[in-house]
T-cell receptor, first 112, second 111 residues
Framework: GENVEQHPSTLSVQEGDSAVIKCTYS??????FPWYKQELGKRPQLIID?????GEKKDQRIAVTLNKTAKHFSLHITETQPEDSAVYFCAEVNFGNEKLTFGTGTRLTIIP | EPEVTQTPSHQVTQMGQEVILRCVPI?????FYWYRQILGQKVEFLVSFYNNEISEKSEIFDDQFSVERPDGSNFTLKIRSTKLEDSAMYFCARSLTDTQYFGPGTRLTVL
């Protein structure tokens, strides 16, 4: 079945520095990889996604890279700000079904 | 992104009672989903709903759970006989293609 591993589970970064969160997946049929940000008590909010025909995607300070051969994808946040503090979840969707399979989450803390 | 509303925002119930959680999605979305998130844990898929039928369900979605779209608009998740371990946030999500957007969630507390 689908399985997504996410590392690290917690990450503290000095404001202004970069943060990187990594996920690996097991199913080669996975073709869609979103990242969600979840603030305390709130819904998961989509921040960026990537599809399997693309290796990298960037949106301002946020970028995602995908390595299909190695079955891993990463979230990169540059010039971090205090409002980036949250729990970040990677997820994947397997071609042929619609469900999101989530990673276990990374609690990112930006130190002012 | 267009809003999806969920009611109630918080539901407290006694073990063994039935609860109905409601989601009001945007009408032109094709796929609807229910997910749950136990406090401090990851988000888990429960069920997907397409064209007024269950499309896929997880192992969590046992006989105690059911979904309906009773009036063609609201999308409901029913838990027939709640257990303590059903305490969690329940999120409705919707999509047109593969991108899923989550509602604000219902916090279910089973006492």
């Amino acid at each position: 079945g689908e399985n997504v591993e996410q590392h690290p589970s917690t990450l503290s970064v000095q404001e202004g520095d970069s943060a990187v969160i990594k996920c690996t997946y097991s199913d080669s049929a996975s073709n869609y990889f979103p990242w969600y940000k979840q603030e305390l008590g709130k819904r998961p909010q989509l921040i960026i996604d990537i599809r399997s025909n693309v290796g990298e995607k960037k949106d301002q300070r946020i970028a995602v890279t995908l390595n299909k051969t190695a079955k891993h994808f990463s979230l990169h946040i540059t010039e971090t700000q205090p409002e980036d503090s949250a729990v970040y979840f990677c997820a994947e969707v397997n071609f042929g079904n619609e469900k999101l399979t989530f990673g276990t989450g990374t609690r990112l803390t930006i130190i002012p | 992104e267009p809003e999806v509303t969920q009611t109630p925002s918080h539901q407290v119930t006694q073990m063994g009672q039935e609860v109905i959680l409601r989601c009001v999605p945007i009408s032109n979305h094709l796929y609807f989903y229910w997910y749950r998130q136990i406090l401090g844990q990851k988000v888990e898929f429960l069920v997907s709903f397409y064209n007024n039928e269950i499309s896929e369900k997880s192992e969590i979605f046992d006989d105690q759970f059911s979904v309906e779209r009773p009036d063609g608009s609201n999308f409901t998740l029913k838990i027939r006989s709640t257990k303590l371990e059903d305490s969690a946030m329940y999120f409705c999500a919707r999509s047109l293609t593969d991108t899923q957007y989550f509602g604000p969630g219902t916090r279910l507390t089973v006492l």
